[in-house]
């Protein structure tokens, strides 16, 4: 595997792989708790590669993952996105444009609400006129954490089937997939009413199906939320080595990596 994907913070690349950045054709995921900076650094992948001229196939499955509007105010003017002027008949029209405006520039963003919707998105990459050269599962376990709140049935069959999926994409061409999980504590410390910050919550929802999978893990943590500060460390090495084990990086006031 070469031609690394790269992230803008350089301290965050070490983490990957010996040479910097993220090995083409790897799997990858990141962890932690809410606001640790898993999105903004998928997002950040995923600018990267479009300035390449490659596409990029996102699938939002967070709640307060990428939210269109947003979008538009931060990148509209660096990426010479033409928003129309004129009004639209309803908010999911907006949204509708905004996205679509994204996948002209390369970035494909699908936003689900199921385990049903991640698995069915697999086929919208077939489309594609240019195969991409990332994939990113924000939140890939967002409806498997709801499905185990509620108690009302095992979807670990669909969970595995899901990543079994991707992860074939993944390999047969050579494509680099990145994950994002919530931490255990998300879940399991609601159900036995103990702190969520207890050590004995430190593993990610999904755990023993995710490891089946992937090649790298790294966990982020809030270091200092008043300064932005984040902390992300390496759990689970690429077969290649990686650099620094534990690296600190910062996210600004609009969600940007610095």
């Given at each position: ?184 504590s998300e879940v399991k410390s609601h159900l036995m009413n103990k702190d969520p910050n207890s050590t ?59």
């Open positions: 595997m070469n031609h690394n994907l790269y992230i803008d913070v350089g301290p965050l690349n070490e983490l990957f792989s010996n040479d910097g950045g993220l090995y083409r054709g790897s799997k990858i995921l990141l962890y932690g708790i809410a606001g640790g900076g898993k999105t903004t650094t998928c997002f950040n992948i995923a600018l990267n590669e479009i300035d390449k001229g490659n596409h990029v196939f996102y699938i939002d499955a967070d709640y307060n993952g990428l939210h269109p509007l947003k979008l538009q105010e931060l990148y509209s003017e660096k990426y010479n996105l033409d928003f129309p002027s004129d009004k639209f008949k309803s908010p999911k029209q907006h949204k509708e444009t905004i996205l679509k405006l994204w996948a002209a520039k390369g970035l494909h963003i699908h936003q689900v609400d199921s385990m049903v919707r991640i698995d069915l998105a697999s086929s919208e990459i077939k489309k594609l006129k240019k195969t991409p050269s990332v994939i990113i599962i924000d939140s890939v376990t967002q409806y498997f954490r709801v499905d185990v709140l509620k108690q009302s049935f095992s979807p670990a069959q669909l969970m595995m089937k899901i990543l079994d999926k991707y992860a074939k994409l993944s390999e047969e061409s050579d494509i680099t997939l990145v994950m994002t999980a919530q931490r255990v004995e919550f430190r593993e990610f929802v999904g755990g023993e199906l995710l490891h089946h999978v992937v090649d790298n893990i790294v966990e982020f943590r809030i270091k200092d939320h008043e300064k932005g500060t984040r902390i992300a460390t390496t759990k689970v090495k690429h077969r290649n080595g990686v650099v620094k084990e534990t690296v600190t990086f910062g996210i600004n006031d609009e969600g940007v990596l610095v």
